[in-house]
């Protein structure tokens, strides 16, 4: 099996193309990768980048798109409605196929580490990769109330703030959260009904943040007259989709509605569908070498 | 996506393992081929090899097998219980990944010039391949009343059996039905009974024999005290797995039984576990380009 790793960074450029184009090329021209998108959101004035490749290709990427976003982004004048704390705001590394969560982890660590001591940016470790518990969860490591400014001032006198790698110091780049975590899936279903409160309680229903499954965020809408539930799964490794639909059919049922069709917004690891094949096919003692481009 | 044929050509030696060793080597030594299976049955004296690599791969092994099979098998001192013609008795190439059903027709067709050219062995093209619409099943080509003894009678004398290439006269070697077909999927379902009569009704329901579904070939057994439905689908891309496993159920839930669960009996294709999960999960517009792997 190939292995695939992916990388999601997020640049705090939202409205010069001249400067994202300038990053993106350091990607583009990086061996054994390829990016896959870019959208940028100048309200937030921040770039998601999407781009796969071979564990060594994602990383010196990696490495070399901060090098020029700490080059061309000065954080001193940066404006914008999104949270952010450096030029390269926040960088995961996802495992596609043939490469688990800790190898992830491992160039997280290999990643900030470089950027830590060549480019003398702060590094914080989060998620999968964090090195504290409390920097699993992004949100407590660039909280609204301690963005850029707040990072400048105390970092270096509050050891609360101590980054992982690079200076206790922070520059006009910023520091970037640097880690890992699971391929995300965007998954809309369209009910068959027009009531767009039946997609809302489904929702309600199947989302972690109100009872439901761990790895679901969940919402209702109406989409083309017809009521949507729209999903990321999150970790679908633990929450499969199969398990997501099938409870979205379910709930819907308990109203008399069913399933007229879904969607994918954006890309799927092909592992998902060959999850949700097998557990339909009740393949029990499936094994991923049964597949025979496996065996090439 | 990665360009993979699958090739299995069945050899009439099955007694001897040092000359089918020689002859699976010839495969083995070609660049972007591997062998996946061989597997030799003494009372046909007959082995089938299995094989996959690049489309220039395959053709290069198989053009080399048979070359090899010819100067170590004479089929004047062949006997056993299956219908043969030649020392490469069959050989079908089958598109498992970037490569169209045509492709494989082509593979066919360039090797078979080169087999009846270079090797001068006649040879008949089959299946999809057939050029002839009595060649497209197998069984009217190499009846039981005229293998190669017979052959070798009537090629040159009677226009019926004209080959596809090579001379109008058959020696040691005999005769070759190159051609090209679909893949085929092995895969059993087991029942929560141990009635076979259950099972072997379920598989006279589902089976194009006797009025089923048009690429199923099935039948009901008994294995470990349970009733299994033990299937080939022989083209999954017009007959699906998922169609094929949803009859089953319904066609055993009129007795009164479910599935317990299923297995594959050897290999299977990428796109047939797509498929079904496409199918289950009722992602209307799925395109391949949504899986992040079919990207790099």
């Given at each position: 099996?190939?292995?695939?790793?992916?990388?999601?960074?997020?640049?705090?450029?939202?409205?010069?193309?001249?400067?994202?184009a300038?990053?993106?090329?350091?990607?583009?021209?990086?061996?054994?990768?390829?990016?896959?998108?870019?959208?940028?959101?100048?309200?937030?004035?921040?770039?998601?980048?999407?781009?796969?490749?071979?564990?060594?290709?994602?990383?010196?990427?990696?490495?070399?798109?901060?090098?020029?976003?700490?080059?061309?982004?000065?954080?001193?004048?940066?404006?914008?409605?999104?949270?952010?704390?450096?030029?390269?705001?926040?960088?995961?590394?996802?495992?596609?196929?043939g490469?688990?969560?800790?190898?992830?982890?491992?160039?997280?660590?290999?990643?900030?580490?470089?950027?830590?001591?060549?480019?003398?940016i702060?590094?914080?470790?989060?998620?999968?990769?964090?090195?504290?518990?409390?920097?699993?969860?992004?949100?407590?490591?660039?909280?609204?109330?301690?963005?850029?400014?707040?990072?400048?001032?105390?970092?270096?006198?509050?050891?609360?703030?101590?980054?992982?790698?690079?200076?206790?110091?922070?520059?006009?780049?910023?520091?970037?959260?640097?880690?890992?975590?699971?391929?995300?899936?965007?998954?809309?279903?369209?009910?068959?009904?027009?009531?767009?409160?039946?997609?809302?309680?489904?929702?309600?229903?199947?989302?972690?943040?109100?009872?439901?499954?761990?790895?679901?965020?969940?919402?209702?809408?109406?989409?083309?007259?017809?009521?949507?539930?729209?999903?990321?799964?999150?970790?679908?490794?633990?929450?499969?989709?199969?398990?997501?639909?099938?409870?979205?059919?379910?709930?819907?049922?308990?109203?008399?509605?069913?399933?007229?069709?879904?969607?994918?917004?954006?890309?799927?690891?092909?592992?998902?569908?060959?999850?949700?094949?097998?557990?339909?096919?009740?393949?029990?003692?499936?094994?991923?070498?049964?597949?025979?481009?496996?065996?090439?």
């Amino acid at each position: 099996v190939k292995r695939v790793v992916e990388c999601v960074p997020n640049f705090s450029e939202g409205r010069r193309p001249e400067i994202i184009a300038q990053i993106v090329h350091m990607v583009e021209e990086t061996a054994d990768v390829k990016v896959l998108d870019t959208s940028s959101d100048p309200a937030h004035n921040r770039t998601v980048l999407t781009f796969i490749g071979s564990p060594k290709g994602v990383a010196d990427a990696a490495f070399a798109a901060i090098a020029k976003a700490a080059e061309l982004i000065d954080m001193d004048s940066h404006t914008g409605e999104h949270p952010r704390m450096g030029a390269t705001d926040v960088l995961p590394f996802v495992p596609i196929a043939g490469v688990s969560m800790d190898d992830c982890v491992q160039i997280a660590r290999q990643v900030g580490a470089r950027v830590g001591e060549e480019l003398g940016i702060p590094v914080y470790l989060y998620q999968e990769a964090a090195t504290r518990p409390e920097w699993a969860n992004l949100g407590a490591l660039r909280p609204k109330s301690h963005q850029y400014e707040q990072k400048k001032a105390d970092v270096g006198s509050d050891a609360k703030w101590d980054p992982d790698f690079g200076p206790h110091r922070v520059g006009k780049a910023g520091a970037t959260a640097i880690g890992a975590r699971p391929p995300l899936i965007a998954y809309n279903v369209y009910l068959t009904t027009d009531d767009v409160d039946i997609a809302e309680r489904v929702a309600r229903a199947i989302r972690h943040s109100s009872g439901g499954l761990a790895f679901v965020k969940a919402r209702g809408f109406l989409v083309d007259g017809k009521a949507q539930v729209s999903m990321n799964l999150t970790d679908f490794r633990r929450t499969p989709i199969h398990r997501v639909v099938e409870m979205v059919r379910r709930e819907a049922g308990r109203y008399g509605v069913s399933i007229e069709r879904s969607e994918l917004v954006g890309l799927i690891p092909q592992q998902a569908l060959v999850d949700a094949a097998v557990w339909y096919l009740q393949l029990d003692d499936f094994d991923a070498q049964a597949v025979l481009e496996n065996r090439i």
